[in-house]
Protein backbone atom coordinates (compact mmCIF):
# COMPACT_ATOMS: atom_id res chain seq x y z
CA UNK A 1 0.00 0.00 0.00
CA UNK A 2 1.14 3.02 -1.07
CA UNK A 3 2.25 5.40 1.98
CA UNK A 4 -0.33 8.30 1.15
CA UNK A 5 -3.02 5.53 1.25
CA UNK A 6 -1.97 4.90 4.98
CA UNK A 7 -1.42 8.64 5.49
CA UNK A 8 -5.29 8.78 4.16
CA UNK A 9 -6.92 6.19 7.49
CA UNK A 10 -4.33 7.73 10.30
CA UNK A 11 -6.14 11.17 9.04
CA UNK A 12 -9.25 9.67 9.60
CA UNK A 13 -8.41 8.65 13.42
CA UNK A 14 -6.56 12.23 13.66
CA UNK A 15 -10.22 13.60 12.43
CA UNK A 16 -11.92 11.33 15.22
CA UNK A 17 -9.78 12.13 18.31
CA UNK A 18 -9.59 15.45 17.55
CA UNK A 19 -13.43 15.80 17.58
CA UNK A 20 -13.21 13.80 20.62
CA UNK A 21 -10.59 15.90 21.91
CA UNK A 22 -12.83 19.21 20.85
CA UNK A 23 -15.71 17.85 23.25
CA UNK A 24 -13.56 16.91 26.26
CA UNK A 25 -11.72 20.76 25.79
CA UNK A 26 -15.64 22.30 26.11
CA UNK A 27 -15.69 20.37 29.96
CA UNK A 28 -12.41 20.20 30.61
CA UNK A 29 -10.70 22.94 28.89
CA UNK A 30 -13.26 26.09 29.25
CA UNK A 31 -15.12 25.08 32.26
CA UNK A 32 -12.75 23.31 34.60
CA UNK A 33 -14.97 19.67 34.87
CA UNK A 34 -12.63 16.85 35.41
CA UNK A 35 -13.95 14.16 32.96
CA UNK A 36 -11.85 11.01 33.23
CA UNK A 37 -14.41 9.18 32.16
CA UNK A 38 -15.01 10.80 28.85
CA UNK A 39 -14.69 7.61 26.80
CA UNK A 40 -18.56 6.51 27.79
CA UNK A 41 -19.82 8.89 25.94
CA UNK A 42 -17.66 7.74 22.86
CA UNK A 43 -18.97 3.81 23.88
CA UNK A 44 -22.43 5.33 23.52
CA UNK A 45 -22.22 7.14 20.36
CA UNK A 46 -20.64 4.50 18.53
CA UNK A 47 -22.76 1.62 19.57
CA UNK A 48 -25.85 3.19 19.31
CA UNK A 49 -25.19 4.14 15.44
CA UNK A 50 -23.90 0.88 14.57
CA UNK A 51 -27.05 -0.66 16.58
CA UNK A 52 -29.34 1.67 14.79
CA UNK A 53 -27.74 0.96 10.89
CA UNK A 54 -27.34 -2.91 11.55
CA UNK A 55 -29.47 -5.01 9.34
CA UNK A 56 -32.42 -7.29 11.94
CA UNK A 57 -30.21 -9.46 13.77
CA UNK A 58 -32.10 -12.48 12.73
CA UNK A 59 -30.48 -12.05 9.05
CA UNK A 60 -26.83 -12.41 10.22
CA UNK A 61 -25.17 -15.52 10.70
CA UNK A 62 -22.77 -15.16 14.22
CA UNK A 63 -24.67 -12.02 15.58
CA UNK A 64 -27.33 -11.19 18.71
CA UNK A 65 -28.04 -7.78 19.04
CA UNK A 66 -31.03 -4.97 20.01
CA UNK A 67 -32.26 -2.54 17.25
CA UNK A 68 -30.97 -3.80 14.15
CA UNK A 69 -33.48 -1.19 12.17
CA UNK A 70 -31.47 -0.28 9.55
CA UNK A 71 -31.53 3.32 9.95
CA UNK A 72 -29.50 5.90 7.39
CA UNK A 73 -26.53 6.83 8.82
CA UNK A 74 -27.07 10.37 9.27
CA UNK A 75 -30.15 10.12 11.65
CA UNK A 76 -28.60 7.10 13.51
CA UNK A 77 -25.38 9.41 14.38
CA UNK A 78 -27.88 12.43 15.58
CA UNK A 79 -29.75 10.28 17.36
CA UNK A 80 -26.03 8.49 19.39
CA UNK A 81 -25.27 12.31 19.89
CA UNK A 82 -28.59 13.11 21.52
CA UNK A 83 -28.22 10.05 23.65
CA UNK A 84 -24.56 10.84 24.46
CA UNK A 85 -25.49 14.41 25.57
CA UNK A 86 -28.33 12.88 27.68
CA UNK A 87 -25.81 10.32 29.56
CA UNK A 88 -23.89 13.31 30.05
CA UNK A 89 -26.85 15.64 31.66
CA UNK A 90 -27.95 12.46 33.88
CA UNK A 91 -24.28 12.60 35.14
CA UNK A 92 -24.25 15.82 35.83
CA UNK A 93 -27.55 16.49 37.64
CA UNK A 94 -26.39 14.51 40.96
CA UNK A 95 -22.57 14.98 40.89
CA UNK A 96 -21.86 18.48 39.23
CA UNK A 97 -22.44 20.02 42.41
CA UNK A 98 -20.25 18.08 44.95
CA UNK A 99 -16.26 18.95 44.45
CA UNK A 100 -14.58 18.04 41.18
CA UNK A 101 -12.88 14.77 42.32
CA UNK A 102 -16.74 13.39 43.16
CA UNK A 103 -17.26 14.38 39.08
CA UNK A 104 -14.10 12.65 38.06
CA UNK A 105 -15.18 9.27 40.24
CA UNK A 106 -18.51 9.31 38.92
CA UNK A 107 -17.78 9.49 34.97
CA UNK A 108 -15.36 6.92 35.37
CA UNK A 109 -17.58 4.61 37.18
CA UNK A 110 -19.90 5.11 34.19
CA UNK A 111 -17.51 4.32 31.95
CA UNK A 112 -16.25 1.23 33.06
CA UNK A 113 -19.57 0.05 33.85
CA UNK A 114 -21.05 0.76 30.53
CA UNK A 115 -17.82 -1.13 29.04
CA UNK A 116 -18.79 -4.16 31.16
CA UNK A 117 -22.19 -4.09 29.95
CA UNK A 118 -21.59 -4.33 26.48
CA UNK A 119 -18.81 -7.38 26.70
CA UNK A 120 -20.74 -9.06 29.30
CA UNK A 121 -24.47 -8.88 27.84
CA UNK A 122 -24.33 -10.77 24.93
CA UNK A 123 -28.11 -9.67 23.98
CA UNK A 124 -27.16 -5.97 23.84
CA UNK A 125 -24.01 -6.02 21.35
CA UNK A 126 -22.89 -9.48 20.84
CA UNK A 127 -21.61 -9.49 23.67
CA UNK A 128 -17.46 -10.24 23.55
CA UNK A 129 -17.28 -11.07 19.98
CA UNK A 130 -16.98 -7.56 18.01
CA UNK A 131 -20.74 -6.36 16.49
CA UNK A 132 -20.32 -6.12 12.79
CA UNK A 133 -22.47 -6.84 10.12
CA UNK A 134 -23.06 -2.93 9.54
CA UNK A 135 -23.44 -1.28 6.28
CA UNK A 136 -21.23 1.95 5.41
CA UNK A 137 -22.98 4.96 4.37
CA UNK A 138 -23.18 5.19 0.73
CA UNK A 139 -19.83 1.80 0.34
CA UNK A 140 -21.67 0.39 -2.35
CA UNK A 141 -21.35 3.51 -4.58
CA UNK A 142 -17.33 3.27 -4.20
CA UNK A 143 -14.81 3.55 -5.61
CA UNK A 144 -15.58 6.41 -7.86
CA UNK A 145 -16.38 7.45 -10.77
CA UNK A 146 -18.94 4.88 -11.59
CA UNK A 147 -21.05 3.29 -14.21
CA UNK A 148 -24.48 4.39 -12.90
CA UNK A 149 -26.65 7.78 -11.98
CA UNK A 150 -26.28 7.90 -8.73
CA UNK A 151 -22.53 7.12 -8.52
CA UNK A 152 -22.37 9.96 -11.27
CA UNK A 153 -24.33 12.39 -8.96
CA UNK A 154 -22.28 11.65 -6.01
CA UNK A 155 -18.98 11.79 -7.70
CA UNK A 156 -20.33 15.61 -8.86
CA UNK A 157 -21.24 16.69 -5.24
CA UNK A 158 -17.82 15.03 -3.89
CA UNK A 159 -15.70 17.34 -7.27
CA UNK A 160 -17.88 20.45 -6.57
CA UNK A 161 -17.40 20.34 -2.60
CA UNK A 162 -13.71 19.94 -3.00
CA UNK A 163 -13.41 22.23 -5.94
CA UNK A 164 -15.00 24.69 -3.91
CA UNK A 165 -12.83 24.76 -0.88
CA UNK A 166 -10.18 24.85 -3.17
CA UNK A 167 -10.89 27.89 -5.17
CA UNK A 168 -12.01 29.55 -1.69
CA UNK A 169 -8.65 28.95 0.05
CA UNK A 170 -7.32 30.04 -3.41
CA UNK A 171 -9.16 33.36 -3.24
CA UNK A 172 -8.75 33.70 0.16
CA UNK A 173 -5.08 33.41 0.22
CA UNK A 174 -4.39 35.33 -2.82
CA UNK A 175 -6.60 38.20 -1.78
CA UNK A 176 -4.23 38.17 1.87
CA UNK A 177 -0.98 38.55 0.36
CA UNK A 178 0.74 41.90 0.26
CA UNK A 179 1.74 42.91 -3.23
CA UNK A 180 -0.44 40.70 -4.69
CA UNK A 181 -2.31 43.01 -7.87
CA UNK A 182 -5.92 42.18 -8.84
CA UNK A 183 -5.53 41.36 -11.84
CA UNK A 184 -3.44 38.14 -10.45
CA UNK A 185 -6.34 38.09 -7.95
CA UNK A 186 -9.21 38.08 -10.08
CA UNK A 187 -7.50 35.59 -12.96
CA UNK A 188 -6.80 33.03 -10.67
CA UNK A 189 -10.26 33.04 -9.38
CA UNK A 190 -11.74 33.52 -12.97
CA UNK A 191 -9.76 30.24 -13.58
CA UNK A 192 -10.38 28.31 -10.87
CA UNK A 193 -14.00 28.84 -10.98
CA UNK A 194 -14.35 27.76 -14.28
CA UNK A 195 -15.23 31.30 -15.52
CA UNK A 196 -17.65 31.82 -13.00
CA UNK A 197 -15.14 34.00 -10.91
CA UNK A 198 -14.47 36.48 -13.55
CA UNK A 199 -17.84 38.53 -11.69
CA UNK A 200 -16.48 37.83 -8.17
CA UNK A 201 -13.60 39.78 -9.31
CA UNK A 202 -15.88 42.17 -10.93
CA UNK A 203 -17.55 42.35 -7.37
CA UNK A 204 -14.37 42.55 -5.62
CA UNK A 205 -13.92 46.06 -6.81
CA UNK A 206 -17.12 47.34 -6.50
CA UNK A 207 -17.93 50.52 -4.80
CA UNK A 208 -20.43 50.28 -2.21
CA UNK A 209 -23.61 53.28 -2.89
CA UNK A 210 -25.32 52.97 -0.03
CA UNK A 211 -23.97 55.26 2.69
CA UNK A 212 -20.58 57.24 2.78
CA UNK A 213 -19.07 54.83 -0.13
CA UNK A 214 -16.03 53.24 0.33
CA UNK A 215 -13.70 51.33 -2.06
CA UNK A 216 -13.07 47.68 -1.45
CA UNK A 217 -9.66 46.84 -1.26
CA UNK A 218 -8.61 45.50 -4.86
CA UNK A 219 -6.76 42.39 -3.07
CA UNK A 220 -9.34 41.37 -0.65
CA UNK A 221 -11.19 37.80 -1.58
CA UNK A 222 -13.82 37.67 -4.19
CA UNK A 223 -17.70 37.18 -3.14
CA UNK A 224 -18.27 34.11 -1.84
CA UNK A 225 -21.46 33.39 -3.35
CA UNK A 226 -19.60 33.26 -6.76
CA UNK A 227 -17.21 30.65 -5.71
CA UNK A 228 -19.28 28.21 -4.66
CA UNK A 229 -21.35 28.80 -8.09
CA UNK A 230 -18.17 27.87 -9.29
CA UNK A 231 -17.83 24.85 -7.95
CA UNK A 232 -21.17 23.68 -8.51
CA UNK A 233 -20.21 23.72 -12.03
CA UNK A 234 -17.09 22.09 -11.86
CA UNK A 235 -19.78 19.56 -9.88
CA UNK A 236 -22.26 19.62 -13.37
CA UNK A 237 -18.87 18.90 -15.36
CA UNK A 238 -18.17 15.98 -13.59
CA UNK A 239 -21.27 14.45 -13.34
CA UNK A 240 -21.39 15.06 -17.04
CA UNK A 241 -18.04 13.74 -17.54
CA UNK A 242 -18.70 10.51 -15.69
CA UNK A 243 -21.86 9.47 -17.42
CA UNK A 244 -19.69 10.32 -21.17
CA UNK A 245 -17.58 7.89 -19.91
CA UNK A 246 -14.93 10.66 -18.92
CA UNK A 247 -14.78 10.35 -15.53
CA UNK A 248 -11.58 9.45 -14.65
CA UNK A 249 -10.09 12.47 -16.86
CA UNK A 250 -12.63 14.95 -14.39
CA UNK A 251 -10.98 13.24 -11.45
CA UNK A 252 -7.57 13.67 -12.39
CA UNK A 253 -8.30 17.06 -13.40
CA UNK A 254 -9.75 18.68 -10.32
CA UNK A 255 -8.50 16.09 -7.89
CA UNK A 256 -5.28 15.93 -8.98
CA UNK A 257 -5.04 19.88 -8.94
CA UNK A 258 -6.05 19.66 -6.02
CA UNK A 259 -4.05 17.28 -4.37
CA UNK A 260 -0.89 19.92 -5.81
CA UNK A 261 -2.54 22.68 -4.28
CA UNK A 262 -2.34 21.15 -1.10
CA UNK A 263 1.26 20.66 -0.96
CA UNK A 264 1.55 24.38 -2.59
CA UNK A 265 -0.27 25.91 0.35
CA UNK A 266 1.09 23.83 3.39
CA UNK A 267 4.64 24.79 2.40
CA UNK A 268 3.65 28.80 1.76
CA UNK A 269 2.10 28.15 5.39
CA UNK A 270 5.14 26.90 6.64
CA UNK A 271 7.37 28.96 5.33
CA UNK A 272 5.27 32.47 6.63
CA UNK A 273 5.19 30.70 10.07
CA UNK A 274 8.89 30.40 10.24
CA UNK A 275 9.91 33.24 8.17
CA UNK A 276 12.29 34.47 10.58
CA UNK A 277 14.32 31.57 11.24
CA UNK A 278 18.15 32.00 9.58
CA UNK A 279 19.86 29.84 7.45
CA UNK A 280 22.12 27.97 10.42
CA UNK A 281 18.34 27.60 12.15
CA UNK A 282 17.24 25.72 9.04
CA UNK A 283 21.04 23.83 8.95
CA UNK A 284 20.68 22.46 12.35
CA UNK A 285 17.04 21.30 12.01
CA UNK A 286 18.18 19.03 8.47
CA UNK A 287 20.86 18.05 10.50
CA UNK A 288 18.55 16.63 13.34
CA UNK A 289 16.11 15.30 10.89
CA UNK A 290 19.06 13.11 9.24
CA UNK A 291 20.47 12.32 12.24
CA UNK A 292 17.26 10.50 13.41
CA UNK A 293 17.59 8.58 9.97
CA UNK A 294 21.40 7.57 10.60
CA UNK A 295 20.64 6.29 13.52
CA UNK A 296 18.14 3.69 12.32
CA UNK A 297 21.15 2.78 9.46
CA UNK A 298 22.92 -0.02 12.17
CA UNK A 299 19.39 -2.16 12.36
CA UNK A 300 18.71 -1.98 8.62
CA UNK A 301 22.20 -2.53 7.38
CA UNK A 302 23.76 -4.73 9.85
CA UNK A 303 20.70 -6.60 11.42
CA UNK A 304 20.66 -8.83 14.28
CA UNK A 305 21.49 -8.01 18.02
CA UNK A 306 24.55 -6.33 16.85
CA UNK A 307 22.54 -3.86 14.74
CA UNK A 308 20.06 -3.19 17.39
CA UNK A 309 22.82 -2.46 19.74
CA UNK A 310 24.07 0.51 17.66
CA UNK A 311 20.93 1.84 17.26
CA UNK A 312 20.00 1.96 20.31
CA UNK A 313 23.15 3.51 21.24
CA UNK A 314 23.06 6.10 18.28
CA UNK A 315 19.77 6.65 19.32
CA UNK A 316 20.79 7.29 22.68
CA UNK A 317 22.92 9.49 22.09
CA UNK A 318 21.34 11.58 19.60
CA UNK A 319 18.41 11.82 22.61
CA UNK A 320 21.24 12.80 25.21
CA UNK A 321 22.77 15.51 22.37
CA UNK A 322 18.82 16.69 22.21
CA UNK A 323 18.70 17.22 26.01
CA UNK A 324 21.87 19.32 26.27
CA UNK A 325 20.94 21.52 23.24
CA UNK A 326 17.52 22.25 24.97
CA UNK A 327 19.03 22.80 28.76
CA UNK A 328 21.27 24.92 26.88
CA UNK A 329 19.57 26.50 24.65
CA UNK A 330 20.28 30.46 25.57
CA UNK A 331 23.55 30.25 24.50
CA UNK A 332 23.11 28.58 21.22
CA UNK A 333 21.64 32.31 20.19
CA UNK A 334 19.03 31.11 17.81
CA UNK A 335 16.42 32.92 15.80
CA UNK A 336 13.71 30.51 17.33
CA UNK A 337 12.72 28.50 20.35
CA UNK A 338 14.24 24.76 20.86
CA UNK A 339 10.72 23.75 20.71
CA UNK A 340 10.29 25.32 17.15
CA UNK A 341 13.32 23.93 16.08
CA UNK A 342 11.96 20.41 17.16
CA UNK A 343 9.02 21.47 14.89
CA UNK A 344 11.26 21.99 12.34
CA UNK A 345 13.11 18.45 12.38
CA UNK A 346 9.78 16.91 12.54
CA UNK A 347 8.59 18.89 9.41
CA UNK A 348 12.11 17.64 7.89
CA UNK A 349 11.60 14.15 8.50
CA UNK A 350 8.30 13.49 8.10
CA UNK A 351 9.06 15.11 4.31
CA UNK A 352 12.51 12.80 4.37
CA UNK A 353 10.04 9.74 4.86
CA UNK A 354 7.27 10.43 2.53
CA UNK A 355 8.89 11.60 -0.91
CA UNK A 356 12.64 10.27 -0.34
CA UNK A 357 12.71 6.60 2.06
CA UNK A 358 9.32 5.60 0.79
CA UNK A 359 11.11 5.04 -2.50
CA UNK A 360 13.89 2.93 -1.44
CA UNK A 361 11.84 -0.70 -1.57
CA UNK A 362 10.09 -0.27 -5.02
CA UNK A 363 13.55 0.87 -6.60
CA UNK A 364 15.55 -1.53 -4.79
CA UNK A 365 12.90 -4.68 -5.69
CA UNK A 366 10.55 -3.66 -8.45
CA UNK A 367 12.85 -0.76 -10.17
CA UNK A 368 12.46 3.05 -11.43
CA UNK A 369 9.04 3.00 -12.62
CA UNK A 370 7.93 1.48 -9.58
CA UNK A 371 9.23 4.14 -7.40
CA UNK A 372 7.91 6.71 -10.03
CA UNK A 373 4.53 5.01 -9.67
CA UNK A 374 4.79 5.54 -5.79
CA UNK A 375 6.09 9.10 -6.05
CA UNK A 376 3.33 10.33 -8.15
CA UNK A 377 0.88 8.49 -5.65
CA UNK A 378 2.38 10.04 -2.75
CA UNK A 379 1.85 13.68 -4.49
CA UNK A 380 -1.54 13.33 -5.92
CA UNK A 381 -2.84 11.65 -2.73
CA UNK A 382 -6.53 12.80 -3.11
CA UNK A 383 -6.35 9.67 -6.22
CA UNK A 384 -6.07 6.47 -5.82
CA UNK A 385 -4.01 4.57 -8.24
CA UNK A 386 -4.61 0.28 -8.91
CA UNK A 387 -4.44 -2.07 -11.78
CA UNK A 388 -7.60 -0.89 -12.85
CA UNK A 389 -7.21 2.48 -13.03
CA UNK A 390 -7.05 6.12 -11.09
CA UNK A 391 -10.11 6.19 -8.58
CA UNK A 392 -11.73 8.05 -5.43
CA UNK A 393 -11.90 5.41 -3.13
CA UNK A 394 -13.72 4.81 0.11
CA UNK A 395 -11.41 5.72 2.64
CA UNK A 396 -10.32 8.83 0.89
CA UNK A 397 -14.08 9.76 1.31
CA UNK A 398 -14.71 8.85 5.05
CA UNK A 399 -11.45 11.57 5.47
CA UNK A 400 -13.17 13.95 3.60
CA UNK A 401 -16.61 13.29 5.50
CA UNK A 402 -14.42 13.24 8.88
CA UNK A 403 -12.37 16.67 8.49
CA UNK A 404 -15.88 18.54 7.12
CA UNK A 405 -17.52 16.90 10.37
CA UNK A 406 -14.70 18.66 12.28
CA UNK A 407 -14.50 21.48 10.45
CA UNK A 408 -18.10 22.38 11.18
CA UNK A 409 -17.69 21.39 14.87
CA UNK A 410 -14.95 23.59 15.12
CA UNK A 411 -16.48 26.82 14.16
CA UNK A 412 -19.35 26.07 15.65
CA UNK A 413 -17.49 25.94 19.18
CA UNK A 414 -14.64 28.90 18.22
CA UNK A 415 -18.48 30.93 18.15
CA UNK A 416 -19.55 29.74 21.26
CA UNK A 417 -16.38 30.27 22.96
CA UNK A 418 -16.21 34.10 21.74
CA UNK A 419 -20.20 34.42 22.81
CA UNK A 420 -21.41 35.38 26.15
CA UNK A 421 -21.82 31.61 26.98
CA UNK A 422 -18.02 30.55 26.37
CA UNK A 423 -16.86 33.59 28.69
CA UNK A 424 -18.88 32.66 31.47
CA UNK A 425 -17.66 29.68 31.06
CA UNK A 426 -14.25 30.50 31.28
CA UNK A 427 -15.24 32.69 34.07
CA UNK A 428 -16.30 29.51 35.78
CA UNK A 429 -12.94 27.78 35.27
CA UNK A 430 -11.06 30.87 36.18
CA UNK A 431 -12.77 31.58 39.42
CA UNK A 432 -16.53 30.29 40.02
CA UNK A 433 -17.32 32.07 42.84
CA UNK A 434 -16.87 35.27 40.89
CA UNK A 435 -18.61 34.15 38.32
CA UNK A 436 -21.89 33.58 41.02
CA UNK A 437 -21.27 36.92 42.61
CA UNK A 438 -22.13 38.15 39.04
CA UNK A 439 -25.72 36.72 39.01
CA UNK A 440 -24.53 33.52 37.09
CA UNK A 441 -26.16 30.33 37.70
CA UNK A 442 -23.07 27.96 37.40
CA UNK A 443 -24.73 24.93 38.17
CA UNK A 444 -26.58 25.46 35.29
CA UNK A 445 -23.89 26.73 32.93
CA UNK A 446 -21.36 23.50 33.74
CA UNK A 447 -24.35 21.43 33.31
CA UNK A 448 -25.00 22.47 29.91
CA UNK A 449 -21.07 22.42 29.57
CA UNK A 450 -21.46 18.60 30.17
CA UNK A 451 -24.27 17.95 27.99
CA UNK A 452 -22.08 19.91 24.98
CA UNK A 453 -19.12 18.21 25.41
CA UNK A 454 -20.49 14.78 25.95
CA UNK A 455 -23.00 14.93 23.05
CA UNK A 456 -19.36 15.84 20.63
CA UNK A 457 -17.81 12.92 21.89
CA UNK A 458 -20.87 11.06 21.04
CA UNK A 459 -20.47 12.25 17.83
CA UNK A 460 -17.37 11.52 17.43
CA UNK A 461 -18.12 7.88 18.58
CA UNK A 462 -20.80 7.53 15.47
CA UNK A 463 -17.62 8.61 13.20
CA UNK A 464 -15.27 5.54 15.02
CA UNK A 465 -18.21 2.96 14.00
CA UNK A 466 -17.74 3.90 10.37
CA UNK A 467 -13.38 4.28 10.75
CA UNK A 468 -13.28 0.63 12.70
CA UNK A 469 -16.39 -1.10 10.54
CA UNK A 470 -16.87 -3.29 13.73
CA UNK A 471 -16.93 -2.64 17.42
CA UNK A 472 -15.18 -3.83 20.35
CA UNK A 473 -15.46 -3.40 23.89
CA UNK A 474 -11.63 -3.18 23.88
CA UNK A 475 -11.88 -0.09 21.66
CA UNK A 476 -13.49 1.93 24.60
CA UNK A 477 -10.98 1.24 27.40
CA UNK A 478 -10.38 3.67 30.12
CA UNK A 479 -7.16 4.81 28.40
CA UNK A 480 -9.12 6.39 25.26
CA UNK A 481 -10.43 8.98 28.03
CA UNK A 482 -6.08 9.61 28.60
CA UNK A 483 -5.31 9.96 25.49
CA UNK A 484 -7.64 12.54 24.57
CA UNK A 485 -6.57 14.13 27.77
CA UNK A 486 -2.76 13.81 26.26
CA UNK A 487 -3.90 15.45 23.05
CA UNK A 488 -5.22 17.69 24.80
CA UNK A 489 -2.48 18.67 27.14
CA UNK A 490 0.02 19.03 23.73
CA UNK A 491 -2.28 20.76 21.90
CA UNK A 492 -2.89 23.31 24.27
CA UNK A 493 -5.44 23.44 26.67
CA UNK A 494 -8.62 25.36 26.15
CA UNK A 495 -7.35 25.94 22.57
CA UNK A 496 -9.68 24.52 19.66
CA UNK A 497 -7.14 24.61 17.27
CA UNK A 498 -4.06 22.96 20.36
CA UNK A 499 -6.74 20.08 20.23
CA UNK A 500 -6.89 19.33 16.54
CA UNK A 501 -2.76 20.07 16.89
CA UNK A 502 -2.50 17.58 19.70
CA UNK A 503 -4.30 14.56 17.80
CA UNK A 504 -2.12 15.32 14.63
CA UNK A 505 1.08 15.03 16.80
CA UNK A 506 -0.07 12.11 18.62
CA UNK A 507 -1.08 10.01 15.80
CA UNK A 508 1.84 10.98 13.59
CA UNK A 509 4.04 9.28 16.50
CA UNK A 510 1.96 6.85 16.45
CA UNK A 511 2.53 5.94 12.97
CA UNK A 512 6.51 7.30 12.96
CA UNK A 513 7.07 4.50 16.00
CA UNK A 514 4.95 1.72 14.33
CA UNK A 515 7.00 2.52 11.26
CA UNK A 516 10.06 2.17 12.74
CA UNK A 517 8.86 -0.72 14.50
CA UNK A 518 9.18 -2.65 11.03
CA UNK A 519 13.18 -1.88 10.75
CA UNK A 520 13.51 -4.66 14.02
CA UNK A 521 13.17 -8.19 13.74
CA UNK A 522 9.59 -9.89 14.74
CA UNK A 523 10.71 -10.65 18.08
CA UNK A 524 11.83 -7.04 19.10
CA UNK A 525 9.10 -5.23 17.50
CA UNK A 526 6.58 -5.35 20.18
CA UNK A 527 9.28 -4.15 22.78
CA UNK A 528 9.87 -1.25 20.37
CA UNK A 529 5.72 -0.11 20.03
CA UNK A 530 5.45 -0.78 23.92
CA UNK A 531 8.45 1.60 24.28
CA UNK A 532 6.29 4.38 22.77
CA UNK A 533 3.57 4.58 25.58
CA UNK A 534 6.75 5.22 28.12
CA UNK A 535 8.27 8.25 25.62
CA UNK A 536 4.66 9.61 25.22
CA UNK A 537 4.35 9.44 29.30
CA UNK A 538 7.98 11.29 29.42
CA UNK A 539 6.15 14.14 26.90
CA UNK A 540 3.07 14.37 29.02
CA UNK A 541 5.31 15.06 32.00
CA UNK A 542 8.26 17.25 30.38
CA UNK A 543 4.87 19.26 28.67
CA UNK A 544 3.12 19.46 32.09
CA UNK A 545 6.69 20.99 33.94
CA UNK A 546 7.81 23.38 30.94
CA UNK A 547 5.21 24.23 29.04
CA UNK A 548 1.78 23.27 31.08
CA UNK A 549 -0.56 25.29 28.73
CA UNK A 550 0.78 23.32 25.59
CA UNK A 551 2.11 24.22 22.20
CA UNK A 552 -0.86 26.42 21.50
CA UNK A 553 -2.67 27.18 24.57
CA UNK A 554 -2.99 30.52 26.71
CA UNK A 555 -0.35 30.93 29.27
CA UNK A 556 -2.98 32.73 31.70
CA UNK A 557 -4.94 29.55 31.32
CA UNK A 558 -5.58 27.71 34.65
CA UNK A 559 -7.38 24.57 34.58
CA UNK A 560 -9.65 22.25 36.95
CA UNK A 561 -9.55 24.95 38.95
CA UNK A 562 -13.71 25.63 38.12
CA UNK A 563 -15.44 22.77 39.54
Not at 190 to 219: F, H, M, Q
Not at 240 to 257: E, N
Not at 306 to 319: D, E, P, Q, R, S
Not at 347 to 365: M, Q
Amino acid sequence: MALSSSLVSLGVLVGVFGLLALGLNVKFGYTGLLDIGHVAFFLVGAYTSALLVAPPASTQQFGDYILGWSWPWLPAIAVGTVLAGLLGLLVALPAIRLREDYLAITVLGISVILRRIVQSEGWLANGPDSLRGYPLPLRELFPLPGSDLVSALLFGLIIAVFWTVIAYAIARWLGERDGVGSTVVHGAVAVTTLGVGYVAGRLATRYETVGNPEPIDVRAAPDVRYVIAGGLVAGVVAVAGSVAGAGTVVLVAFLGLASLFSWLLGGVLLAAYFSGVDRRDVGMSVGLALAFVVAFLPVILVGGLAGIFGTVLLLAVLVYGLFSLGTGWEAVESSVGFARLIGMAAIWLFLLRYFVLSLVTPLTFRGVGAALAELIQNVLWLLKFTTAGVQFDYVRFLLALTFATVAICYYLLEVTVDSPFGRVLKAIREDEDVATSLGKNTFAFKVQSMVLGSAIAGLAGGLSAIHYRALTHTLFAPRVTFVAFLILVIGGVASNRGAILGAVIYWAFWKGTTDIAQFFPPSARSSVQALRLAVFGALFIVILYYRPEGILGDKGTQTGGGS
